[in-house]
């Protein structure tokens, strides 16, 4: 253990107060740049900045992996939805639930601290989707709009701040990303409809720096495609991951749907910058450059993902590329300097996409929970591979024959009716990262929202609705194992090491009611290849 911190002064929002420094206890920035050679810790939400969610992991293989086994469990006892990604630190587990910041041992399941946070303002959407960490602080964001700062030995409140507009519907689900002295968030809530944002905010106090609207206000870039209405219109919020380039010093951001979502005729026009890639630079918050995958949006098809970031070889030239997913089911990888678009591949059903709503109804696929979720692709730079999970699940939609807006309903301007008798499936898909082409998939029975994670075994792991907790040959898709969690399993799935063996850590719980899925508590399960007669110890 080191020596006791100094200390440092910190702005509360009333007051001055004296807390410890954390600038010795780490993460670093230089480990955080270097999260994705590390295979002993999961530093940030998708592994690294870069989000490929890869580890060169070797001790589980495809020849052990039917030994796996549950080393331990603990149960958080929260039925709201369990979406968090669990970081790990030198053998300390930090993940979050609705309302609650825990700290495990990795390899126990032993809860070192918990930490309750009591709403202050209205709370909005209640899934949290975890923290960021570095230098001995640990950085959430709350469902009532909050930014808190904890210390990561003991899980005591540095400073809070009302960061996001609750009142307006303003919510923080997403997990906060931290680079050098800034936390960069955003809130959710397109269909309360919120006007949306990026914002950055200092690291010791919480003191916002820069704020770049993702829905333009009155006179910036971009609010012109929105054209000439006096109807209340909005959206453009964010709920996933950033990714980030620290060389570069560039913060990819996938951004929502507009809104009413079904009823465009008050929003004419692209609808910048709802579901684009918004490139900005992480110091300043300044428009970098853009690209955006579903202009004028009709259906609810979120961009989710802006990750991972990657180097492949394109016809013969090796190529610094983005993978950019979302809602509407297809997968867009870019090239990061030219901003050229290089190939797209379907990864779940596409059907009537160009077509309207209308009063009457149009069917078309993928419908508002399809395509692809919370939880990105992964990239195995070993085999050239890109693994992404998706939904498939479609419906009607249906047109509003007037507009309306209710104040505490969603501004949808319309509705979707799902197939009759369908509860959607899931697809895992495999693709050749450099030209697209897809090598295998795998089918599972309900829709996948889980993480994947990949390692250089050539293994994934990753999990289903159903509450199977899965590891599959990353070659040819084959299951490998198979563990009922006993809840949906729609979090994350990280893989690390604690005294030298590697641990795989898949989280289930409960999804929102959505997902038409049993209620189930917020769990943990740590996997090891364990000794036989190895017994497995729970905390709650």
């Known amino acids: 253990m080191s020596t006791r911190p100094t200390l440092l002064t910190v702005a509360f929002l009333i007051g001055l107060v004296t807390v410890p420094a954390h600038a010795q206890q780490g993460p670093t920035q230089a480990e955080l740049n270097a999260a994705a050679s590390n295979a002993v810790d999961w530093l940030l939400t998708n592994h690294d900045y870069g989000g490929q969610r890869f580890v060169d992991a070797t001790e589980i293989t495809r020849d052990n992996a039917g030994s796996l086994r549950a080393a331990c469990v603990y149960q958080a006892v929260d039925l709201r939805p369990f979406h968090t990604n669990p970081l790990v630190y030198r053998g300390v587990m930090y993940l979050t639930t609705s309302q609650a910041t825990i700290a495990l041992d990795a390899a126990t399941c032993r809860v070192q601290w918990r930490h309750v946070w009591k709403p202050k303002a209205k709370e909005n959407w209640p899934q949290s989707r975890g923290v960021a960490l570095k230098e001995g602080i640990v950085i959430r964001g709350t469902s009532d709009g909050y930014l808190l ?242 939904v498939d699940w479609c419906g009607t939609f249906k047109k509003a024959h007037q507009l309306e807006h209710v104040m505490g309903r969603n501004y949808m301007g319309g509705s979707f009716t799902p197939d009759p008798g369908e509860l959607g499936h899931g697809w895992l898909t495999a693709i050749d990262a450099s030209t697209g082409a897809i090598r295998w998939r795998y089918r599972s029975r309900r829709p996948m929202l889980a993480a994947v994670t990949a390692t250089s075994s050539d293994l994934l792991f990753t999990g289903e609705l159903d509450g199977d907790f899965l590891v599959l040959d990353g070659r040819d898709g084959a299951v490998l194992y198979r563990f009922n969690t006993g809840g949906a399993m729609n979090g994350g799935v990280v893989t690390y090491q604690a005294a030298g063996k590697q641990y795989v850590a898949a989280t289930s719980g409960n999804a929102t009611f959505f997902w038409r899925t049993p209620p189930g508590s917020a769990t943990v399960i740590i996997f090891s290849l364990q000794p036989s007669g190895a017994s497995l110890s729970s905390e709650r």
């Open 149 to 390: 700062a904890l210390d990561a030995l003991t899980g005591r409140l540095l400073w809070e701040r009302a960061a996001a507009d609750a009142e307006k519907g303003e919510t923080f689900t997403m997990p906060p990303v931290v680079f050098e002295d800034l936390v960069i968030i955003g809130p959710a809530g397109n269909e309360v409809p919120v006007r949306g944002w990026v914002g950055a905010f200092r690291v010791a106090t919480g003191e916002p720096v820069w704020r770049f609207n993702t829905r333009p206000a009155a006179g910036e870039l971009g609010a012109e495609t929105w054209g000439m209405t006096e109807a209340l219109t909005g959206g453009g919020a964010v709920w996933t991951p950033f990714s980030l380039d620290p060389a570069q010093g560039l913060v990819f951001v996938p951004v929502g749907n507009p809104a009413p979502d079904f009823y465009s005729d008050v929003r004419q026009g692209a609808n910048l910058y709802t579901n684009a890639l918004v490139v900005l630079d992480v110091r300043t918050g300044k428009l970098v450059w853009h690209y955006q995958a579903v202009p004028h949006d009709l259906h609810d098809w979120d961009l989710t993902q802006v990750s991972p970031l990657f180097t492949a070889q394109v016809n013969g030239t090796e190529r610094r590329l983005v993978s950019v997913v979302g809602k509407d089911g297809l997968l867009h990888v870019l090239d990061r300097e030219s901003r050229e678009h290089v190939y797209e591949v379907a990864v779940t059903r596409r059907e009537n996409v160009q077509l309207p709503p209308t009063p009457e109804g149009v069917r078309a696929c993928p419908g508002p929970l399809g395509g692809v979720q919370w939880n990105g692709p992964a990239f195995n730079p070993r085999t050239n591979t890109l693994y992404v999970a998706s």
